[in-house]
């Protein structure tokens, strides 16, 4: 549905943001992971048309995005990274405002729209208070509603479910998974569980680089029996540092908690099983490894 | 703490990108206001650029303007901790509050004045650019700078800047802080406009925060010579002004900033639980629902709603619309129009003129920016990114914004519009035009701003980000006044720029709206290229670079898009090649600069020709037919031309007149040249010498007429209602055009001319048979048939001998029985008339039905005129005298024989309801009634002082008629206007500053000192012995052209009807600059057995000044009126008694009075009614 061809964008201060990303985006919901900096929002927002590439292509459907930019905006539902909203107006005007730019034409349609997305995510109550005066929670979930007016069939949420509680973070999941299994959904985010529950499908973007796509329960499969643990106190940590390849820490009741891939065991690791962070983390650290490599 | 937290503060604030543009700007304005004629900040005149009053004034002004950089750097400083959210991280801190606040604010403080440091080192470096006059750059001189910048700027900065820091710090809002600026800078303003009064210049130059006005008042009297050398000093009024902002500022930031206190208190409001949450949540709302493609016209109704309540509901338009109002709330204290102080009555012209004059500066301001806030405002929201991936097309953003943008500039026109309407409801005035009104704001002002703001959304819209659009629109505004010196004088390459489009109440817009009109569609179609390109490259996302963008362009065009493209290209093309047609083809097109040059050409070929014998013209009978709708005059005149001189005449220049193409002069053994091209000139050669003595028949005739429309040099001459041409711009004439010199010394000096004298000098007897008029200007034989349209009556010099109709139109027959001075005018107008009739003399008034006030009062003023100057002078040499209204696009009123054509703005709109306003219109009758005395019985040799002999001697006449009439107390308001007008005018000379009887047409002095000067003499030679004198000129030169008279005739006049020592007084009033320095400084009073004795301790100094205003003292000895009254002299009562007057004679330094009175006197006063020239006149009086 969604065809991203050798997207590459470098920005003037020389950052290479995306560097050759080919994906191929089935309908459904699709995870973007990566760390900070990767280049998530740029992918993000050139699929948005907020930005073009210095080269490569995006086809939507029967849609060029890159040429034909009004088309896709009429079928897509955004949710940036980080916004703002105009001052000193109430969510529901806002919510009925952005409605109308979407194509809600029709007043009863807006309204019943309007209302239940202000339902849905829990902002009936604050409706008429000003979006500014909300809380970054609040705000974000004001952001949702918003990307899912109009019944948009390409849905771009970047980075959703910051700031949120857990309640909240379910009930969105929740909002997500009932929106229907023909639209294409983009949900990019650092937060490992978001995909491993929602998404069938998944890719890991590292320094502007596709670094891994596939299904998380089949990528995860693959590491089975790789894995190796151990606790260890800081000191151990450190030494471990030098001699292993570590892919993750991580603490738990305030000590060190190791997680190696290797084929064999380590001494004194233990076996644990794959999980999808593993996964994501091996990834990185092998895409550092290799580029600190090729340097 | 306090040095690092000041150096913390300064190093960010440096690095931020308001401090580079603010340096940009304020180096830039002064940079190019000293290297470029067309920037200007305050006065010009004959001062150097970097002289101390240049320099001075320069920082002074933008010091003023400075005020919002403070409050951007000290403001933004105090507010920053709690906008940036660092209070909680900052507040933690263990800091001592006092020192880290104080260090804050100063490092804020130090950057504004390393900001403001750019004004100075802008007018520094622009005096040395190369290409600037080296004579008008003196020596560089630091202290003129310093001086400045340490005594005002220095502590005018910390002092508002500690009150703006206190209040930033209190309401934590920039907005507020601007708002308390706004409010200051308003207030300042309006005080300003009070200040007029000289009552109230000594109280604001005390309390002006920026010492703008104090340095007014230092600076006040300066001659040329004291501004170009003279540094300020920090002394009195200035260091207690000072002083007193200092305490005011100290006291402000300790009571009111609470510096000692570190945390903010919380803000938020209590939220009280609102109807919405009492509500229950709708259930089993589908969410789905599809959105449709299209309805763009929808989305484009909600933005513009949407855009219009953000710009309309916004504080930012509720300041600016307050502020447009207390603007605006200056015609309340200086009426627009007023003359001498008196008011205009509140015409819609003059309430338009007054909105308009208010508006230019704050539009540029308002247009930048809301263009940025407008276009930015996603951006700057953070909610770009939504907004921009939303199906809406660009046109929609693009359309709402500009409309909003436009409804901006309009929301301030209707304000004007209210309060004016509210001011002349307020006046009593019921004439409303709303037709006007609208006219004039929202069609001729209102869309050439519209088309601004779409040029100001296109930058915004190229630019990467706000600032910089508003940097580059700046810029494009600065430049835009100096685009003229590149060449590109047109107005067809100036944007938005149109010709201007005067106004008058007789002729309404005349013409001038057809140029408009075309130049509007002219610059509407350049809009809409602009705004069609705008909206295609409208700015998506926040990366949307401009060459990605350029790639879109044609997608977002469309097939309609680029049909309106090209229809606005095609429109912008066809009208500009329309316009060029007319203004360059069909009419000529001469720019500025190219003006000079042709002026300095036509010195350069013809000066050789000045003195040489032309043909005078005795006897003129010319057929005038004026044909005022088509802007058109057929004129011929049969002339017979006599040599007078003392060569035969063989070869004579002829000076052709403007906007006319055929002409023809027919003179018997004459022919005549092709005219010399550019020069408006050609030869005529006498194939028959005109031999001395010898008379000839001629005639001359022309057609004046108009093709198209012009750019610029408007015939103001023929109008559709209200024509006044007089014979020089309708005829050609003979002899070198001297009028057509340059004058102005600095353009000469570009051209290359060498240095002329203003005028031939007193003492050459050889211009004693010239007039002043010019060469060859004598009298004349004059009959005249004049034709007008139906509707008008056309008026020339001469008697009414016959009027009647044919084909439709008017025909006058117009005789003199006696002859005239060679200066006949035309009239022609839909005009009413009054008639009257004084002991002989038919007295007429041609009006506009609109202006009926004030012609009882103008026929009042003739015939008191006649009486006194035929009881004083001798008698009026004609039958009759009339006033005619002509349009305001001129200003004054002018003597012809028996005819005063008088300009609609100076009388006949004046308001006189006041009987403590002068009555100029009085005056001015009287004037012009004196002129058929002064000028056209007695003439005037052309040399120095020729004008005082008209002007000056008019003005003590006409002062001398409005004496008889309001008395004397009258007369003390109104030669203290002129006193002070003449001592300011003394430092924006040109040259050099003339004495008295030398004037060199220096309106200042033969206007201004000239009345001054006639009452001096009033008052020591008597009513009696002045009007001897001056009738004993009368006698000798009446009709007199062989010798006319100078001022050395005057002089001798005075002197025969003077003692030795008041001739002395004469000289000193003749030949010299004098001025005076009297001053009481110490009065008291003794009570002996009932009696009361008074001794006073006056101080007198003499000073002689030279042209440029160097003062030297002079020994004193001179009768001086002292004075004692028994009440406030100031307070023009009728109980005010004098109790003693009498001349004492005072002596340089310090004189001691011994007076003996009956009654206790309260005030005393040592020339109490300014008779002599004292630039102090305040302390001539003293309280006992």
């Known amino acids: 549905m969604l065809r991203i061809s050798e997207l590459t964008k470098v920005y003037s201060n020389g950052v290479k943001a995306l560097n050759g990303v080919t994906l191929d985006i089935p309908p459904g919901m699709f995870g973007l992971l990566g760390p900070n900096g990767a280049g998530k929002s740029s992918l993000m927002r050139t699929i948005a048309t907020l930005q073009a590439p210095d080269s490569g292509s995006i086809q939507f459907k029967d849609v060029n995005v890159l040429s034909q930019p009004n088309a896709l905006r009429e079928r897509l539902g955004y949710?940036?990274?980080?916004?703002?909203?105009?001052?000193?107006?109430?969510?529901?005007?806002?919510?009925?405002?952005?409605?109308?730019?979407?194509?809600?034409?029709?007043?009863?349609?807006?309204?019943?729209?309007?209302?239940?997305?202000?339902?849905?995510?829990?902002?009936?109550?604050?409706?008429?208070?000003?979006?500014?005066?909300?809380?970054?929670?609040?705000?974000?979930?004001?952001?949702?509603?918003?990307a899912l007016l109009g019944d948009p069939d390409l849905i771009i949420v970047d980075e959703p479910t910051a700031g949120l509680d857990p309640e909240e973070r379910n009930r969105f999941h929740n909002l997500l998974v009932s929106l229907g299994e023909d639209k294409v959904i983009i949900l990019s985010t650092h937060i490992v569980d978001d995909v491993s529950e929602l998404c069938p499908r998944m890719a890991v973007l590292g320094q502007g680089s596709i670094l891994l796509e596939g299904n998380p329960a089949e990528v995860t499969h693959s590491l089975n029996g790789q894995i190796w643990r151990k606790q260890v106190s800081l000191d151990e940590y450190k030494e471990l540092q030098q001699s292993l390849d570590i892919i993750s820490t991580r603490l738990i009741g305030g000590s060190h908690v190791v997680h190696v891939m290797a084929q064999q065991a380590p001494e004194g690791f233990e076996k644990a099983p794959a999980n999808l962070e593993d996964v994501y983390f091996s990834t990185l650290h092998q895409a550092r490894r290799t580029d600190s490599q090729s340097a | 703490m306090l040095l690092k937290s000041l150096g913390f503060e300064a190093k960010y604030l440096i690095r931020q990108p308001s401090f580079f543009v603010t340096v940009a700007v304020f180096f830039l304005l002064p940079f190019l206001a000293t290297v470029s004629d067309n920037v200007q900040i305050g006065g010009g005149g004959n001062v150097l650029y970097n002289g101390s009053f240049a320099i001075a004034q320069t920082m002074l002004i933008?010091?003023?303007?400075?005020?919002?950089?403070?409050?951007?750097?000290?403001?933004?400083?105090?507010?920053?901790?709690?906008?940036?959210?660092?209070?909680?991280?900052?507040?933690?801190?263990?800091?001592?509050?006092?020192?880290?606040?104080?260090?804050?604010?100063?490092?804020?403080?130090?950057?504004?004045?390393?900001?403001?440091?750019?004004?100075?080192?802008?007018?520094?470096?622009?005096?040395?650019?190369?290409?600037?006059?080296?004579?008008?750059?003196?020596?560089?001189?630091?202290?003129?700078?310093?001086?400045?910048?340490?005594?005002?700027?220095?502590?005018?900065?910390?002092?508002?800047?500690?009150?703006?820091?206190?209040?930033?710090?209190?309401?934590?809002?920039?907005?507020?802080?601007?708002?308390?600026?706004?409010?200051?800078?308003?207030?300042?303003?309006?005080?300003?406009?009070?200040?007029?009064?000289?009552?109230?210049?000594?109280?604001?130059?005390?309390?002006?925060?920026?010492?703008?006005?104090?340095?007014?008042?230092?600076?006040?009297?300066?001659?040329?010579?004291?501004?170009?050398?003279?540094?300020?000093?920090?002394?009195?009024?200035?260091?207690?002004?000072?002083?007193?902002?200092?305490?005011?500022?100290?006291?402000?930031?300790?009571?009111?900033?609470?510096?000692?206190?570190?945390?903010?208190?919380?803000?938020?409001?209590?939220?009280?639980?609102?109807?919405?949450?009492?509500?229950?949540?709708?259930?089993?709302?589908?969410?789905?629902?599809?959105?449709?493609?299209?309805?763009?016209?929808?989305?484009?109704?909600?933005?513009?709603?949407?855009?219009?309540?953000?710009?309309?509901?916004s504080p930012a338009l509720i300041v600016l619309l307050i502020f447009t109002v207390f603007n605006l709330s200056s015609i309340y204290f200086v009426s627009p129009g007023a003359i001498y102080g008196t008011p205009d009555w509140p015409l819609t012209k003059n309430m338009v003129a007054a909105i308009t004059d208010n508006f230019g500066l704050m539009l540029f301001v308002v247009i930048t920016y809301y263009s940025g806030e407008i276009v930015w405002r996603e951006r700057g929201s953070g909610m770009g990114d939504i907004i921009d991936a939303t199906p809406a097309f660009n046109l929609v953003f693009w359309a709402s914004k500009i409309i909003a943008l436009w409804a901006v500039i309009a929301s301030l026109y209707v304000v004007g519009m209210l309060f004016t309407l509210l001011f002349q409801i307020a006046a009593g005035y019921s004439q409303f035009e709303f037709g006007l009104y609208f006219v004039e704001l929202f069609y001729i002002n209102l869309i050439p701003w519209c088309l601004m703001g779409v040029l100001a959304f296109f930058i915004q819209t190229l630019s990467p980000n706000k600032y910089v659009g508003m940097l580059i629109l700046v810029a494009y505004f600065i430049s835009s006044l100096v685009f003229q010196e590149l060449g590109l004088e047109?107005?067809?390459?100036?944007?938005?720029?149109?010709?201007?489009?005067?106004?008058?109440?007789?002729?309404?817009?005349?013409?001038?709206?057809?140029?408009?009109?075309?130049?509007?569609?002219?610059?509407?179609?350049?809009?809409?290229?602009?705004?069609?390109?705008?909206?295609?490259?409208?700015?998506?996302?926040?990366?949307?670079?401009?060459?990605?963008?350029?790639?879109?362009?044609?997608?977002?065009?469309?097939?309609?898009?680029?049909?309106?493209?090209?229809?606005?290209?095609?429109?912008?093309?066809?009208?500009?090649?329309?316009?060029?047609?007319?203004?360059?083809?069909?009419?000529?097109?001469?720019?500025?600069?190219?003006?000079?040059?042709?002026?300095?050409?036509?010195?350069?070929?013809?000066?050789?020709?000045?003195?040489?014998?032309?043909?005078?013209?005795?006897?003129?009978?010319?057929?005038?037919?004026?044909?005022?709708?088509?802007?058109?005059?057929?004129?011929?005149?049969?002339?017979?031309?006599?040599?007078?001189?003392e060569q035969p005449i063989e070869r004579a220049l002829l000076s052709l007149p403007d906007h006319t193409k055929q002409w023809q002069v027919e003179i018997k053994g004459v022919t005549v040249s092709e005219p010399i091209e550019n020069m408006r000139s050609a030869w005529l050669t006498f194939e028959q010498p005109l031999a001395v003595g010898e008379s000839r028949m001629g005639v001359i005739s022309v057609t004046r007429a108009h093709q198209g429309f012009k750019d610029r040099g408007f015939d103001f001459e023929v109008?559709?209602?209200?024509?006044?041409?007089?014979?020089?711009?309708?005829?050609?004439?003979?002899?070198?055009?001297?009028?057509?010199?340059?004058?102005?010394?600095?353009?000469?000096?570009?051209?290359?001319?060498?240095?002329?004298?203003?005028?031939?000098?007193?003492?050459?007897?050889?211009?004693?048979?010239?007039?002043?008029?010019?060469?060859?200007?004598?009298?004349?034989?004059?009959?005249?048939?004049?034709?007008?349209?139906?509707?008008?009556?056309?008026?020339?010099?001469?008697?009414?001998?016959?009027?009647?109709?044919?084909?439709?139109?008017?025909?006058?027959?117009?005789?003199?029985?006696?002859?005239?001075?060679?200066?006949?005018?035309?009239?022609?107008?839909?005009?009413?008339?009054?008639?009257?009739?004084?002991?002989?003399?038919?007295?007429?008034?041609?009006?506009?039905?609109?202006?009926?006030?004030?012609?009882?009062?103008?026929?009042?003023?003739?015939?008191?005129?006649?009486?006194?100057?035929?009881?004083?002078?001798?008698?009026?040499?004609?039958?009759?005298?009339?006033?005619?209204?002509?349009?305001?696009?001129?200003?004054?009123?002018?003597?012809?024989?028996?005819?005063?054509?008088?300009?609609?703005?100076?009388?006949?709109?004046?308001?006189?309801?006041?009987?403590?306003?002068?009555?100029?219109?009085?005056?001015?009758?009287?004037?012009?009634?004196?002129?058929?005395?002064?000028?056209?019985?007695?003439?005037?040799?052309?040399?120095?002082?020729?004008?005082?002999?008209?002007?000056?001697?008019?003005?003590?006449?006409?002062?001398?008629?409005?004496?008889?009439?309001?008395?004397?107390?009258?007369?003390?308001?109104?030669?203290?206007?002129?006193?002070?007008?003449?001592?300011?005018?003394?430092?924006?000379?040109?040259?050099?500053?003339?004495?008295?009887?030398?004037?060199?047409?220096?309106?200042?002095?033969?206007y201004r000192k000239g009345s001054v000067v006639m009452m001096a003499?009033?008052?020591?030679?008597?009513?009696?012995?002045?009007?001897?004198?001056?009738?004993?000129?009368?006698?000798?030169?009446?009709?007199?052209?062989?010798?006319?008279?100078?001022?050395?005739?005057?002089?001798?006049?005075?002197?025969?009807?003077?003692?030795?020592?008041?001739?002395?007084?004469?000289?000193?009033?003749?030949?010299?600059?004098?001025?005076?320095?009297?001053?009481?400084?110490?009065?008291n009073v003794v009570e002996k057995q009932g009696k009361f004795e008074i001794t006073l301790e006056v101080e007198a100094k003499r000073f002689v000044a030279d042209g440029d205003g160097r003062e030297q003292e002079q020994p004193l000895e001179e009768w001086v009126d002292i004075v004692l009254f028994s009440e406030d002299p100031d307070t023009i009562s009728v109980d005010n008694q004098v109790l003693y007057q009498q001349k004492h004679k005072l002596r340089s330094g310090t004189n001691s009075l011994v007076i003996e009175l009956d009654q206790r006197p309260s005030y005393a006063g040592a020339d109490p009614f300014v008779t002599l020239i004292d630039r102090v006149t305040s302390d001539n009086i003293i309280k006992l």
């Open chain 1, 79 to 146: 949710l940036p990274q980080d916004f703002g909203v105009y001052p000193r107006i109430s969510a529901e005007k806002l919510l009925d405002h952005l409605a109308v730019l979407k194509g809600l034409n029709n007043s009863a349609d807006r309204k019943e729209a309007v209302e239940g997305l202000l339902v849905h995510t829990n902002l009936w109550q604050h409706r008429d208070k000003a979006v500014s005066s909300y809380s970054g929670g609040m705000r974000q979930r004001f952001g949702i509603a918003q």
């Open chain 2, 62 to 313: 933008l010091s003023v303007f400075a005020l919002f950089l403070l409050v951007n750097f000290v403001g933004g400083t105090a507010t920053r901790n709690h906008t940036s959210n660092m209070s909680e991280l900052i507040y933690t801190r263990p800091l001592n509050p006092m020192s880290y606040q104080m260090g804050r604010f100063l490092g804020a403080y130090v950057v504004t004045l390393l900001v403001f440091a750019a004004v100075p080192l802008g007018v520094l470096i622009g005096t040395l650019m190369p290409w600037i006059d080296q004579e008008r750059v003196g020596p560089t001189q630091f202290s003129f700078y310093l001086t400045i910048f340490g005594y005002i700027i220095v502590p005018g900065f910390l002092a508002l800047g500690m009150i703006f820091y206190a209040i930033a710090l209190r309401l934590r809002s920039m907005m507020g802080t601007y708002l308390v600026a706004m409010g200051l800078f308003i207030a300042w303003i309006v005080t300003n406009s009070l200040i007029r009064e000289p009552a109230y210049r000594s109280i604001t130059a005390l309390f002006d925060p920026f010492a703008l006005v104090t340095f007014g008042e230092i600076t006040r009297y300066w001659t040329v010579f004291d501004k170009n050398t003279v540094a300020i000093s920090l002394t009195e009024t200035l260091l207690y002004n000072r002083l007193i902002w200092l305490a005011f500022g100290a006291a402000f930031i300790f009571l009111v900033g609470g510096l000692h206190k570190m945390q903010w208190t919380s803000q938020g409001k209590k939220s009280r639980p609102s109807k919405a949450s009492r509500m229950p949540a709708p259930v089993g709302n589908r969410i789905n629902l599809g959105a449709t493609s299209g309805h763009q016209v929808q989305k484009f109704f909600t933005r513009l709603g949407f855009e219009m309540r953000q710009v309309l509901l």
């Open chain 2, 490 to 645: 047109h107005t067809m390459w100036s944007y938005g720029d149109t010709p201007p489009v005067p106004y008058s109440d007789l002729n309404g817009h005349g013409w001038f709206l057809t140029a408009f009109n075309w130049y509007l569609i002219y610059w509407a179609g350049l809009a809409l290229v602009l705004s069609t390109l705008g909206y295609a490259l409208w700015q998506r996302g926040p990366e949307a670079k401009l060459k990605q963008r350029l790639k879109l362009v044609g997608y977002h065009l469309g097939v309609k898009g680029k049909m309106v493209l090209a229809f606005g290209l095609s429109v912008f093309v066809a009208t500009g090649g329309y316009i060029h047609y007319n203004t360059k083809v069909l009419n000529q097109f001469i720019g500025a600069e190219q003006g000079l040059e042709l002026r300095a050409q036509y010195e350069r070929e013809f000066s050789q020709y000045e003195d040489d014998n032309i043909p005078v013209i005795t006897d003129v009978n010319a057929n005038v037919d004026i044909f005022p709708y088509q802007r058109r005059i057929e004129a011929s005149a049969e002339i017979r031309i006599e040599n007078k001189g």
């Open chain 2, 719 to 1006: 109008a559709e209602n209200g024509t006044f041409i007089n014979n020089y711009s309708l005829f050609p004439s003979f002899g070198v055009d001297q009028n057509r010199y340059i004058v102005d010394r600095h353009e000469r000096r570009k051209q290359e001319l060498p240095e002329r004298p203003r005028a031939h000098k007193l003492e050459d007897d050889s211009r004693y048979q010239e007039s002043f008029f010019g060469k060859g200007v004598g009298f004349i034989n004059f009959e005249t048939t004049v034709s007008t349209a139906g509707d008008q009556i056309a008026i020339a010099p001469g008697y009414l001998q016959k009027r009647w109709e044919q084909d439709g139109r008017n025909y006058f027959h117009y005789k003199m029985d006696a002859p005239i001075v060679n200066f006949f005018a035309y009239l022609s107008a839909r005009h009413d008339v009054i008639k009257d009739e004084h002991k002989g003399v038919n007295l007429e008034i041609y009006y506009d039905p609109k202006h009926a006030w004030n012609l009882d009062i103008m026929m009042q003023s003739m015939k008191d005129s006649l009486d006194y100057f035929t009881t004083h002078f001798g008698p009026y040499q004609h039958r009759q005298m009339r006033i005619i209204e002509f349009p305001g696009y001129r200003s004054f009123a002018q003597s012809f024989a028996n005819t005063v054509p008088y300009s609609e703005g100076i009388g006949f709109t004046a308001n006189l309801t006041n009987p403590e306003d002068i009555d100029y219109v009085y005056y001015v009758t009287a004037h012009e009634m004196a002129h058929q005395w002064w000028g056209h019985q007695v003439g005037a040799a052309n040399v120095q002082g020729s004008a005082i002999i008209s002007e000056s001697l008019s003005q003590y006449s006409a002062i001398m008629v409005l004496m008889e009439r309001y008395g004397k107390d009258k007369m003390r308001k109104f030669i203290k206007y002129e006193l002070d007008r003449y001592l300011s005018a003394r430092g924006s000379e040109l040259l050099e500053e003339m004495p008295f009887m030398r004037s060199e047409n220096q309106s200042y002095i033969h």
């Open chain 2, 1017 to 1083: 003499l009033l008052d020591r030679l008597g009513e009696q012995r002045v009007n001897q004198a001056l009738k004993s000129m009368i006698d000798k030169f009446r009709f007199s052209d062989n010798p006319y008279p100078t001022t050395l005739d005057l002089q001798a006049a005075f002197n025969q009807v003077a003692d030795e020592q008041e001739q002395a007084f004469i000289a000193d009033l003749f030949e010299r600059i004098t001025l005076y320095d009297i001053k009481i400084k110490q009065g």
